[in-house]
């Protein structure tokens, strides 16, 4: 009887004192061995979260916001302009364009944070607006008080919590062009 090539390179091994498995090919007890394994929404909870480190000039010291537009903010002399998302490593462009586009998904990547932000303060543009009550349930069951003001004083208030060292994001909507006559 003729054994496949396979078969027989396997024999041929284990006869000259090679340590083998019993079997000709690889089982493949996890997905993640398998080349065509896509990854999908069961899958998240194989990984842990990812942390990202940043060095900065001085321990323990935040962002800080320096000015506000109608452009954009100034925040440690970076020039971001639009909608931002300022989480304690990075600044992030947010894809908001008013109060209204403000949702329990484009709140996700506040509470998917390590470490845990303690506060997220809310700028909703030129007058402090109402946030969807989804939004402030979802952030409560998280652990994550939230304060919704007006941008300017969302600015004042972001820069006071880092200069206690509180652990504190910001989702900023730059204030409105006027259109009133002085």
């Known amino acids: 009887m003729a054994t496949p090539m396979c078969a027989r390179l396997f024999i041929q091994r284990s006869v000259q004192g090679l340590r083998l498995n019993s079997r000709a090919f690889p089982a493949y007890t996890s997905p993640f061995l398998a080349r065509a394994h896509r990854l999908g929404p069961s899958d998240d909870e194989l ?59 484009s709140v996700a990547l506040f509470h998917m944070l390590e470490p845990r932000i303690e506060i997220l303060v809310l700028g909703t543009g030129g007058r402090s607006e109402r946030v969807d009550p989804k939004v402030l349930a979802l952030m409560k069951a998280k652990g994550i008080a939230v304060e919704v003001q007006d941008t300017a004083n969302a600015c ?7 200069s206690e060292r509180r652990v504190t994001a910001a989702g900023l909507i730059p204030i409105p062009v006027s259109t009133e006559l002085e």
């Not at 900065?56 to 903010?73: D, L, T, V, W």
């Not at 440690?76 to 329990?104: E, M, Y």
């Open 47 to 105: 990984y842990q979260r990812t942390t990202v480190s940043v060095m900065q000039k001085e321990p323990g010291s935040g962002a800080m916001i320096h000015s506000y537009s109608p452009r954009g903010f100034n925040i440690d002399g970076n020039r971001v302009f639009g909608p931002c998302a300022l989480l304690p490593p990075a600044i992030l462009q947010w894809n908001v364009g008013s109060h209204k586009d403000i949702t329990v998904e």
């Open 156 to 162: 004042a208030t972001f820069n006071f919590l880092t």
